[in-house]
Structures are given as structure tokens and as C-alpha cells.
């Protein structure tokens, strides 16, 4: 498979406890995004990298929420202290930036519950 | 929020008809992207137009932009019941790299 991928595919945590995602882009694309989606919403952006710079974070990302993306290849997403609102669709996508217009390749998302 | 607002929220209409969505935003934008979600999945890229394109085809997608409305319509021909998604438009600003995405129309297309 040479898609994005994403995992877990769910998460299930108690409020309190610390979550980490892991999202592996596509081999040749040098730039990775995360992206948080809640029932009916469309994706709220959240922070994005390019190779391993981590080029831009939400203002609406407080300082529980890291993301990494060592040797720019795989990224991680951390949740510090879960809160009952951080539930929701965390999705990933990488695209290759070029001169081109871009285009985002999206992993299936990992479905996060906070009980 | 520079996000493209959607219009309908909801499209239900029969199999083989067509369907049409829009999307206004307020920004100036570099390219305007249109996106469809299955239920619990991922997104998926269908068309791009750039800010100086007035419309694109793909298969059974038609898209226009208009620049002076700020507005975008995705028009899906001939629907099929396997088009039933939430679709999303998605602009890419000329100041910034971010793609910020709408609130989606969910269609159903009913066999």
C-alpha cells in the first residue's frame, strides 16, 4: 500500500491520560499535515511540516497538543491530559510541494474518544 | 476563518439526476480544491482550478470558479448511489500554504 497511513484506526482513553498518533505520508511527499474533524464539521487544520520543519501550528492548538516529524519522513501527534473535547477524527496528509498547485493525500484518520 | 462556506448543508436527490454544490469564500485564493469523504474515512481529492481557470472537467465533474463572486460550483452528472458522501470545498490562500477546508455538503443520492 503506498498510501497514507494512520494509526491507530481508534483510540479509546480516559480524560487525563496522554494519546499518541502516528502517521506515515506518502515515500516521496515532502510535506505532512494534521487535521482534526468532528461530526459534520469539515477538517480544522492543526499544523503542518515541511521535511522536518514544522512550518506552521493553529492558533486553536493549545500547548497540549505536539507534533514531530523526526528525518522527515513518519509523524507523530501527542495529546497531553485528554479532555472529553479533544474527541474527534485526527486525519493526516501529505502532498509533494512543488511549482504546482497542490493537492493533499488524506490517511483514513484515527478516531479518538475521551470518556 | 478564511473556510469556504457550502451551500446546501444537505443534497438528497434521485439516481441518475444531477448535482450541483457551491461554495463562497471571502479571501483571495491561489487554487480552490474540491474534496469527498465516505462516511468515516478519509478525504479524497477529486479537481483543483486555479484562481485564473474558469472551469475543469473530470469524468462526470464539472467545476467553475468565479473569481469576481468569489464562488465555486461542483456539478456531478448523471448521480449514482456510490456518490453518496460529504464533499468539501478546500481554498489554498495566495499569502499562506495551509488549505482550509468548508463545512461540506453531505449528498445522498437515493437508488
Known amino acids: 500500500d503506498t498510501g497514507v497511513s494512520q494509526d491507530p484506526r481508534h483510540k479509546i482513553t480516559k480524560r487525563g491520560q496522554n494519546v499518541t498518533f502516528r502517521c506515515d505520508p506518502i515515500?516521496?511527499?515532502?510535506?505532512l499535515y494534521w487535521y482534526r474533524q468532528t461530526l459534520g464539521q469539515g477538517p480544522e487544520f492543526l499544523t503542518y511540516?515541511?521535511?522536518?520543519?514544522?512550518?506552521?501550528k493553529s492558533r486553536l492548538l493549545s500547548d497540549r497538543f505536539s507534533a514531530e516529524r523526526p528525518k522527515g519522513s513518519f509523524s507523530t501527534l501527542e495529546i497531553q491530559r485528554t479532555e472529553q473535547g479533544d474527541s474527534a477524527m485526527y486525519l493526516c496528509a501529505s502532498s509533494f510541494k512543488g511549482p504546482t498547485n497542490e493537492k493533499l493525500f488524506f490517511g483514513s484518520g484515527t478516531q479518538l474518544s475521551v470518556l | 476563518s478564511q473556510q469556504g462556506e457550502e451551500d446546501p448543508q444537505a443534497l438528497s436527490i434521485q439516481e441518475g439526476e444531477n448535482a450541483t454544490m457551491n461554495c463562497s469564500y471571502k479571501?483571495?485564493?491561489?487554487?480552490l480544491q474540491w474534496y469527498r469523504q465516505n462516511s468515516g474515512r478519509g478525504l479524497v481529492h477529486l479537481i483543483l482550478?486555479?484562481?485564473?481557470?474558469r472551469e475543469k472537467h473530470s469524468g462526470r465533474l464539472r467545476v467553475t470558479l468565479d473569481t469576481s463572486k468569489k464562488s465555486s460550483s461542483l456539478l456531478i452528472t448523471a448521480s449514482r448511489a456510490a456518490d453518496t458522501a460529504s464533499y468539501f470545498c478546500?481554498?489554498?490562500?495566495?499569502?499562506?500554504?495551509?488549505?482550509?477546508f468548508g463545512e461540506g455538503t453531505q449528498l445522498t443520492v437515493n437508488p
Open positions: 479571501t483571495s485564493i491561489n487554487n
Open positions: 511540516f515541511q521535511n522536518e520543519a514544522q512550518l506552521e
Open positions: 515515500s516521496e511527499h515532502n510535506r
Open positions: 482550478i486555479r484562481s485564473n481557470e
Open positions: 478546500a481554498l489554498q490562500e495566495t499569502s499562506g500554504s495551509r488549505l482550509t
